[in-house]
């Protein structure tokens, strides 16, 4: 029950432990396609360019800023987390010229202080995370892509956190990229990075396309601005991914299998659906927390479906209770980085574990804890409000079905 | 039976299904420092820096050259095969004065060509690949490790093909880096890059050292020459596999368990026993080759034990061949690159796949299919001679039984 990893779903366990199959078998091709559009429907795009990054959500992050951007590039990296900060540390590692505006922890940009920031550095790109698991809270971006479309800025996300579990919508926000992992609402293990890039953001890459020495034919270009990095050449992945399958490097099967069922999983559920589950799960989390008689950090309107940021009672030890946790519960919640460290927990609700059984045995565990350690808490607060919020929802659920049979 | 990705031993994908642990539990630690031990008994090295790149083989390429490599600095490639051309792609992307020497493919260099080159550049880095599956040839490595200590210059090889199925010794040899991937000899899919790094390659690298936003303390500088790539930041890996686990990526959790039991089944076989494993079962598919009337390209004194590169006899349609051994007997092989294209098959025999049922089966289908497109073949030749060798390494091991006996 932390912010991610969490554990798989064991269907995607399962479907990883089958056999490979070789890099060019029509039934490899065949899943690396499907997989392509499957991930359309998650990213809720038509971009055809919609493919894996064999790495973790950091090289899905890593291929799409050093593919996208050329050294000198004026980038745009707006802060409101620890996830802010690595998107700006990437972009100038790959070389760009880097702006920053940050907020304080716990509270997100206005649409209008965003177009500010974008009218005084006059950038290529555009590079904000969608969900900060530091914080817990999450960017409102529909405003954004019209922002970045009237001043001719590349819109660039991470979705990794929030993606499965929020409402998010590439093509409605006019996104021009996005990167994704496995490890949060999506209820696969890190090690794969889906990605997708509109048409806009394709040119740009393309524009520096320079296949590599061994594969090169007469005729093939190298590129003075050629890409820095050549694992995370997306102009030689999206050859790789496509109808001309050209050679790069030898995909991650096992990889591949478990990002192809996360998203089968989450297809077969619905988008909508999903995002309703962490909601549900989520608020259930969030009502016990505040059972227990325990506060909640950051802004009440943005905050993620699913994770919690809860702050340590004084007096209380928060890396013992996290230990007593783990050991004497089996469940293992989150601590935190930067400002937040040692003032918060953060409980996740996602992916597999966004549960009723994960919800109040989490809830009715951390009220043992804390009594033992000393704090204050409303015995059995915690499960009640939980169970009063499913309850809530069930007669909600039941009121629609007697709507819609009545109509 | 193709020159690899292949068949995954099902030992690892069991491991490969087992359900996560969170990144910091002191499970999920145990098992990372575990697996560093492990490596250092597959590279046959006493370094502390023996560790996973979460990506493919060619992640592991990069991680090395990105962080060992400053710009400028100058790179001496000899290349004999496809992925000689890669490491010098590398190179050059990340920004290094690139000077290559070619041999004809299906040959290697010797010391002597090696030194003198090292004499003419003058580089500050050795990058060398030691067995090429393009070419089917490992190149001798034993004595460059002395030439590069006398010319100081740092000695980088990647062994992903060669690892587990051929005579490697990291210290020994005098190597300062060593990469290598999964998807060969170690019986594992594609997906994880185990890698080693001698005192002096991690003097090189530390000296780039530089932490990033958002994890930075007061007093962590941030260096002019740090590293390019914030994945593949050798710097920053090793202080998360070490003790401080100062916090990268989300680790890859289910690569971990992989490249982990790939460790476990060479060591428990013992690493002399897998190379003579993988001897036996190539030379038998040698024979076997040899015993269809078939030729076989390149040095035979520089073969590697798990990859037979089969010419295409005159007037045989190779991949109509191939397509009939995959679609009617279920069986793989592999085409070839550049220069070799059309004119060789290459058959794996490797990791899971170096066994007798798999040579000789695969030397039956390949009489049959031979015979239906026209060649000429001995009928009975190839299974025949790989029966034959078989026999003679059964009477010598019985034969040495005796003498251990005996004596």
Same mark, same amino acid.
């Given at each position: 029950?932390?912010?991610?990893?969490?554990?798989?779903?064991?269907?995607?366990?399962?479907?990883?432990?089958?056999?490979?199959?070789?890099?060019?078998?029509?039934?490899?091709?065949?899943?690396?396609?499907?997989?392509?559009?499957?991930?359309?429907?998650?990213?809720?795009?038509?971009?055809?360019?919609?493919?894996?990054?064999?790495?973790?959500?950091?090289?899905?992050?890593?291929?799409?800023?050093?593919?996208?951007?050329?050294?000198?590039?004026?980038?745009?990296?707006?802060?409101?987390?620890?996830?802010?900060?690595?998107?700006?540390?990437?972009?100038?590692?790959?070389?760009?010229?880097?702006?920053?505006?940050?907020?304080?922890?716990?509270?997100?940009?206005?649409?209008?202080?965003?177009?500010?920031?974008?009218?005084?550095?006059?950038?290529?790109?555009?590079?904000?995370?969608?969900?900060?698991?530091?914080?817990?809270?999450?960017?409102?971006?529909?405003?954004?892509?019209?922002?970045? $479309?009237?001043?001719?800025?590349?819109?660039?996300?991470?979705? %990794?956190?929030?993606?499965?579990?929020? %409402?998010?919508?590439?093509?409605?926000?006019?996104?021009?990229?996005?990167?994704?992992?496995?490890? !949060?609402?999506? $209820?696969?293990?890190?090690?794969?990075?889906?990605?997708?890039?509109?048409?806009?953001?394709?040119?740009?890459?393309?524009?520096?396309?320079?296949?590599?020495?061994?594969?090169?034919?007469?005729?093939?270009?190298?590129?003075?601005?050629?890409?820095?990095?050549?694992?995370?050449?997306?102009?030689?992945?999206?050859?790789?991914?496509?109808?001309?399958?050209?050679?790069?490097?030898?995909?991650?099967?096992?990889?591949?299998?478990?990002?192809?069922?996360?998203?089968?999983?989450?297809?077969?559920?619905?988008?909508?659906?999903?995002?309703?589950?962490?909601?549900?799960?989520?608020?259930?989390?969030?009502?016990?927390?505040?059972?227990?008689?325990?506060?909640?950090?950051?802004?009440?309107?943005?905050?993620?479906?699913?994770?919690?940021?809860?702050?340590?009672?004084?007096?209380?030890?928060?890396?013992?209770?996290?230990?007593?946790?783990?050991?004497?519960?089996?469940?293992?919640?989150? %601590?935190?980085?930067?400002?937040?460290?040692? !003032?918060?927990?953060?409980?996740?609700?996602?992916?597999?574990?966004?549960? !009723?059984?994960?919800?109040?045995?989490?809830?009715?565990?951390?009220?043992?804890?804390?009594?033992?350690?000393? $704090?204050?808490? %409303?015995?059995?607060?915690?499960?009640?409000?939980?169970?009063?919020?499913?309850?809530?929802?069930?007669?909600?659920?039941?009121?629609?079905?007697?709507?819609?049979?009545?109509?």
């Amino acid at each position: 029950m932390g912010p991610g990893p969490i554990n798989a779903d064991p269907r995607v366990l399962r479907a990883m432990s089958a056999q490979l199959v070789g890099q060019y078998d029509p039934a490899m091709t065949g899943y690396m396609t499907e997989t392509m559009g499957l991930y359309r429907d998650v990213f809720r795009t038509g971009n055809e360019q919609t493919l894996l990054i064999d790495g973790t959500a950091r090289a899905g992050i890593e291929a799409a800023l050093v593919s996208l951007i050329q050294p000198g590039d004026r980038v745009l990296v707006p802060i409101f987390g620890r996830f802010g900060h690595l998107l700006r540390e990437i972009a100038e590692r790959v070389g760009a010229e880097v702006h920053v505006r940050e907020v304080p922890w716990g509270t997100v940009f206005t649409p209008a202080a965003i177009e500010q920031a974008i009218i005084e550095t006059r950038p290529t790109l555009l590079a904000i995370v969608h969900g900060d698991t530091s914080t817990t809270l999450a960017q409102p971006l529909d405003e954004l892509g019209d922002i970045c $479309a009237r001043h001719g800025v590349l819109f660039y996300t991470d979705a %990794t956190a929030s993606l499965g579990g929020n %409402t998010f919508e590439a093509d409605a926000w006019g996104l021009d990229a996005v990167t994704a992992g496995l490890q !949060k609402c999506l $209820a696969g293990p890190s090690g794969s990075a889906p990605a997708t890039f509109s048409a806009r953001a394709v040119d740009v890459i393309d524009s520096r396309r320079s296949i590599e020495a061994g594969i090169r034919e007469a005729g093939d270009a190298v590129l003075p601005n050629r890409i820095r990095s050549n694992y995370f050449d997306l102009a030689m992945l999206f050859d790789y991914w496509g109808p001309r399958r050209l050679n790069h490097h030898t995909e991650a099967t096992t990889a591949l299998y478990g990002a192809r069922e996360c998203a089968r999983i989450l297809v077969e559920e619905g988008m909508a659906e999903a995002v309703a589950r962490h909601r549900l799960h989520g608020s259930a989390m969030l009502a016990g927390v505040h059972g227990l008689g325990l506060s909640v950090f950051g802004d009440p309107a943005h905050r993620m479906n699913n994770v919690v940021a809860v702050e340590i009672p004084d007096g209380v030890n928060g890396d013992a209770v996290r230990g007593t946790l783990l050991e004497d519960f089996g469940i293992e919640i989150g %601590t935190s980085f930067g400002p937040l460290h040692g !003032k918060v927990w953060r409980i996740g609700v996602m992916g597999y574990n966004a549960r !009723k059984d994960t919800v109040l045995t989490t809830l009715a565990a951390l009220e043992q804890v804390l009594r033992r350690a000393g $704090a204050s808490v %409303t015995g059995g607060g915690g499960v009640g409000a939980a169970w009063d919020l499913y309850a809530d929802a069930d007669r909600d659920a039941a009121a629609s079905d007697d709507a819609a049979v009545l109509s």
